[in-house]
């Protein structure tokens, strides 16, 4: 199947740094990638839409400026938690539709702990 | 407001089991539905289902839709340790909309 990846798979920062988690996808294009974060024993929740080449489109709740995404290209999103504080730690995963088709694939994940 | 709903949320089983997981859902313009297994990091795609009543099968796990009644089945049948996972469950909604609503997951745990 096709396959989307992360980096890091885990990430570690002190209170107030930036943090920055990529998502490719390896053997499709993505017009479109999905952010998601999930605490523990909980299910995913939507944090925002990365469009190629336009502004992210943000859930409601969640701070655009704090969670900075950037779509730049076809198999590449970023998202980079600014000012990360201790309740930012959390499994922060991305997801890819195939373009044409409903297959959306996910990443492995991010674990981002805030000290 | 878009809804998916998965039932049951917990579920224990002996091996060699066969279990049936369940979901429902209310979203607009519903367009196909997502199963999804989740161990310890990010979920795995298992089917997507846009007809009616056509069961997709992968080795012991299957699925079937019932757009009437909005909702899907998930089946495991002769289960293994392997099968422990939390089951996710997800729809897409609207016209050329990726976003998905997810359920909460059944958390399948299959002891020897």
């Known amino acids: 199947g096709a396959v989307v990846s992360q980096h890091p798979s885990w990430v570690i920062c002190k209170s107030g740094t930036s943090v920055k988690i990529e998502c490719r996808s390896l053997?499709?294009?993505?017009?479109?990638m999905f952010w998601y974060r999930q605490f523990p024993k909980q299910s995913l929740m939507l944090m925002a839409t990365?469009?190629?080449?336009?502004?992210?489109?943000?859930e409601q709740g969640v701070e655009k400026d704090k969670f900075l995404i950037n779509h730049a290209s076809l198999t590449l999103s970023t998202l980079t938690v600014t000012s990360a504080h201790p309740e930012d730690s959390s499994f922060y995963i991305c997801?890819?539709?195939?373009?044409?088709?409903?297959?959306?694939?996910f990443g492995p994940g991010t674990r981002l702990t805030v000290l | 407001e878009d809804k998916v709903v998965q039932s049951p949320l917990s579920l224990v089983v002996h091996e060699g089991d066969t279990v049936t997981l369940n979901c429902s859902y209310e979203?607009?313009?519903?367009?196909?539905l997502l199963w999804y297994k989740q161990e310890k990091k990010a979920p795995t795609f298992l089917f997507m289902l846009?007809?009616?009543?056509i069961e997709k099968k992968s080795g012991r796990l299957s699925s079937i839709l019932d757009k009437k009644e909005l909702f899907s089945i998930l089946n495991i049948t002769a289960t293994q340790t392997g099968d422990s996972a939390v089951y996710l469950c997800?729809?897409?909604?609207?016209?050329?909309?990726?976003?998905?609503?997810f359920g909460k997951g059944t958390k399948l745990s299959v002891i020897p």
């Open positions: 053997d499709f294009q993505a017009t479109t």
């Open positions: 997801s890819a539709p195939i373009g044409g088709t409903d297959t959306q694939y």
């Open positions: 979203v607009t313009n519903f367009r196909s």
């Open positions: 846009t007809s009616s009543g």
């Open positions: 990365s469009n190629e080449g336009s502004k992210a489109t943000y």
């Open positions: 997800a729809a897409y909604s609207g016209a050329g909309s990726y976003q998905l609503t």
